[in-house]
Every structure is written in structure tokens, then in C-alpha cells.
């Protein structure tokens, strides 16, 4: 069945019809829509359009629809043109001349910017319910690594030490971040396009008000026009999308370094690796690697409604069919990528001595060295200098700072005294760091009960009932 046809006196040619149809990927959101259009009659029969008879006919048989649909005893006929023409067709074959009743007041212009912004809505939630619990299996890593030191990085080189507890916390607050970046999508977007029509409303009485409220949105959109050409919220839910696997490519990196041979940092849980066909000694971190690499395909589902968006004249285009299939691939593979990051985390070994022999082997106490110099009278840039000497000197004698004698530190400054090997010590280093937003147990006991309120009071995102 067509929702349209009657000026038309050929039928469709196969491929036209074909390459116009959405069915194959829009009948994902059929819940949505039938959600929609109960409301819609809802509305219709309150405001005496239809009868409330013809409203209770109608509601009762796209409940069936529903049901059917979701236990799998009706099938979705592929040569439909949209949901929405399947839907309808169901209805009226059900319910004859009431079923008919369904669309009048509106188009599928705005019926189908509803359905796709009802199932974004939904996925906005679902995917910040994922996020929180990642952060609660981060939460409980940082609770537990407050004295795992491990050296810290910047250009992959080693830097100064810090704990792992420090490390983690810095994902936590990129994904606390990306709640937020949800939670605003989410309230930006949570406005109801049903009853614009096709772009200029229509002369139908309706109450927008009531299917906003049936649909649990804040309230109607303002404009008509914009209602059905809209979708900046995909562009901004693609974007948040594209940020969270940006953060979760990062973290998989640094898995992956930390597994390898030549770290031993953590080693991946059996689950969560793979073996080689040929080598039998190999145990493979492919979760991490796929993850990494699954990143350019949310980019690029958000990169492709950015041009199909971008010289669209208002107000509905065919175009913006192309919002859905990229859409809904980057939405199932960015909660995928969350769900088996988080248990991937979750079942990983940490090596703590590991960690802790790598931060002392890499002269990450060299900035601790030269601030006790300045804490005795030492300028800063002298002692940098003096450090500098000390480093050179451990590199060519094959040794760590921690390593060399009384006489050879006095060798190049007599200032040093017994005091600086308690000074350069891993834990030293780290404990005196306690200044908010650094390794030191304080500062990271301060930051753990500030992460607990903060899982406490921010309640996962829910559709407003």
C-alpha cells in the first residue's frame, strides 16, 4: 500500500521504487511509530475529528500490531515502501474504514521526524545508562589503585609518577563529561514536531499540547517548517557519539600498549582476547583494537548528515531519508563498543609491580629532584640543569637516580644530603602531589567521594512519564 498515489497514473518502476524505499532500515523505529500515531488519534477523538469508538478501534488494533511485531508472529512485508505504509496498511485491513481515519491532520513529514526523533530520545537514554555504569566500573578501579604507581606520560615518553587510580580518573571525567553532553542533547531536542503537517501545519483543530504531553516531550516545536526539517539533534547526538569514541579509542590505545610484552602493565581476560591461527602463543587484545578502530565509522556516519544537511533549502527534502541508516549503525556500534570496553576493563589483571619498577626506571623522580635543590636554595633554572646532569650521568653509567651514591650526587652538587633519597622516592613523589586534581592519596580520597556524590545525585537519563 502507498500513502500516496492518486494523481499518479503509472506505477512506480521497480528500481525507483526500490532505491525511494526506507523499509529496510526505518522499520526499526515501528514501536515509535505506532507509539506516535496513538497518540495522534488520541488527540483526534478529544478534539472530535474521530469518534471515540473509531479511537478505540484504532488504538486497540495498533496495540495488536505492536504486540505482534515485537513477539515476532507478524512479519514486516519488505515490498512495504516505509513503516509507516505497512503500519497503515495493517490497520486498514483490521479495521476497514476507521483505519482510514488515522492520518488525517498529518503527513509523513511529520510523522516520520517524530518516529526518528522518539527513537533517537530512546537511544539518548539507553547510551547514557551505558556510560554511567562504565563509571562505576571506573569508580571502582580508582577505589582500589589509590597506591598503584605507575609512570605517568607525555609525548609516550615517561614523565613524572603517578597511580593508577590518577590515570583512570581522567576517563572518568571525560565520560562524566560526555553524560552531560547527552543530557543536554537530550533537552534540547525533547520538543514535539507532530502536527506541523508536511510543513505548514493544518486547518484540523489539533491540541499539540496533548500529543506532546501523550509522548512525554517538554512541548510542541514552534515552527512548523523547522519541525519537519530538523535534525540537528542527530548532528549533535552523532557528535557526542563521535566524542565517546574518541575517549574510549584513547583508553583502548593505552590498553593495548599496557598488554603488550613490552609493558605487562595489565593483562586482558581470556574472554576478552583472541589467538592466532598460525602462532600459537599468541593472546591478542582485538576488543581494544576494534574499538580503536570501529571510531572512524561513528565519524563517519556523523560526517555523512553533516554534508547531506548542508545546502538542504527548507523544508523537507528526500535527502534527509539518509539520516537514518548511518544514524542507527553508529548508535548499535558506539553501545556495542561501551558494553564490551566496560567488561573488558572490568575482568583485565593490573600488575602493580610491573607498573611501579617502569616509573622508577624512567627518571620520572627528575622533577622531584630538582625541586628539592630549589627548596634549598637552589634557583629553579640552575637546578633544572644540575638534573639534566644527573640524568646524563645515570644514562651513561646504566642506572636510576635512586641508584647512585651520596659522593656521586655531591659530585655534581654538593647541596645534596641523605634527605634526597627519601625526596625522590615513588611514594614521595606521588604523596606530596595533593593539591586538587592530583595523584596524592588526599587529593585522590577528595576526588573519590566528590565522583561518589556525583553517581548519586545524577540519576540516569529516563523518558519524562
Not at 478505540?56 to 496495540?63: D, K, M
Not at 544514524?327 to 564490551?340: E, N
Not at 629553579?380 to 640543569?385: K, L, V, Y
Request: with cysteine; net charge negative.
Amino acid at each position: 500500500m502507498k500513502l500516496w498515489g492518486g494523481r499518479f497514473t503509472k506505477e512506480t518502476n521497480q528500481l525507483v521504487h526500490n532505491f525511494n524505499a526506507s523499509i529496510s532500515f526505518d522499520q526499526k523505529f515501528f514501536k515509535q511509530d505506532i507509539d506516535g500515531s496513538i497518540a495522534h488519534v488520541t488527540m483526534l477523538s478529544k478534539q472530535g475529528i474521530i469518534s471515540d469508538d473509531e479511537k478505540a478501534v484504532i488504538i486497540s488494533a495498533l496495540n495488536d500490531i505492536k504486540t505482534e511485531l515485537l513477539e515476532g508472529t507478524l512479519q514486516i512485508d519488505s515490498s512495504s515502501e516505509d513503516i509507516h505504509s505497512f503500519v497503515e496498511a495493517q490497520l486498514i485491513a483490521r479495521t476497514g474504514d476507521a483505519g482510514k481515519k488515522l492520518h488525517t491532520g498529518r503527513s509523513r513529514n511529520d510523522q516520520v521526524a517524530l518516529d526518528m526523533k522518539l527513537y533517537t530520545r530512546d537511544e539518548v537514554v539507553e547510551v547514557d545508562h551505558l556510560l554511567k555504569h562504565l563509571l562505576g566500573t571506573l569508580l571502582d578501579m580508582m577505589e582500589k589503585n589509590t597506591e598503584t604507581y605507575m609512570p605517568g606520560f607525555t609525548h609516550l615518553q615517561k614523565a613524572q609518577p603517578l597511580t593508577l587510580a590518577h590515570h583512570v580518573g581522567a576517563y572518568f571525567e571525560m565520560f562524566k563529561r560526555d553524560r552531560s553532553r547527552l543530557k543536554d542533547i537530550y533537552n534540547r531536542m525533547n520538543y514535539c514536531p507532530l502536527g506541523s503537517g508536511a510543513l505548514a501545519g493544518t486547518t484540523y483543530p489539533l491540541d499539540r499540547d496533548m500529543t506532546a504531553s501523550l509522548l512525554h516531550f517538554y512541548g510542541p516545536t514552534l515552527n512548523s517548517m523547522d519541525s519537519v526539517a530538523d535534525r540537528d539533534y542527530i548532528i549533535e547526538f552523532l557528535s557526542a557519539l563521535s566524542t565517546i569514541m574518541m575517549h574510549l579509542s584513547r583508553f583502548s590505545e593505552e590498553i593495548i600498549i599496557w598488554n603488550s610484552n613490552e609493558y605487562q602493565f595489565i593483562e586482558l581476560d581470556d574472554a576478552y582476547s583472541t589467538g592466532s591461527s598460525i602462532m600459537p602463543q599468541k593472546k591478542n587484545p582485538d576488543i581494544a583494537e576494534l574499538v580503536r578502530g570501529k571510531t572512524g565509522r561513528v565519524y563517519g556516519a556523523l560526517m555523512s548528515i553533516l554534508t547531506t544537511m548542508k545546502s538542504l533549502p527548507l523544508a523537507y527534502n528526500k535527502d534527509m531519508q539518509e539520516d537514518k541508516e548511518l544514524t542507527f549503525d553508529a548508535i548499535d556500534t558506539v553501545k556495542g563498543c561501551i558494553s564490551l570496553f566496560d567488561g573488558m576493563i572490568a575482568t583485565m589483571k593490573i600488575n602493580p609491580d610491573r607498573m611501579a619498577k617502569s616509573a622508577m626506571n624512567g627518571f620520572t623522580n627528575a622533577t622531584d629532584a630538582a625541586d628539592y635543590l630549589v627548596k634549598h636554595g637552589v634557583p629553579f633554572r640552575d637546578a633544572h640543569g644540575i638534573i639534566g646532569q644527573l640524568v646524563l650521568y645515570c644514562i651513561d653509567h646504566n642506572k636510576a637516580l635512586d641508584d647512585m651514591s651520596l659522593d656521586e650526587f655531591k659530585a655534581i652538587c654538593p647541596v645534596f644530603e641523605n634527605d634526597i633519597y627519601d625526596a625522590i622516592s615513588l611514594k614521595t613523589c606521588v604523596e606530596q602531589r595533593n593539591t586538587i586534581g592530583a595523584p596524592g592519596t588526599k587529593a585522590m580520597a577528595n576526588v573519590i567521594a566528590i565522583n561518589k556524590k556525583y553517581m548519586e545525585e545524577n540519576d540516569c537519563l529516563s523518558v519524562e512519564s
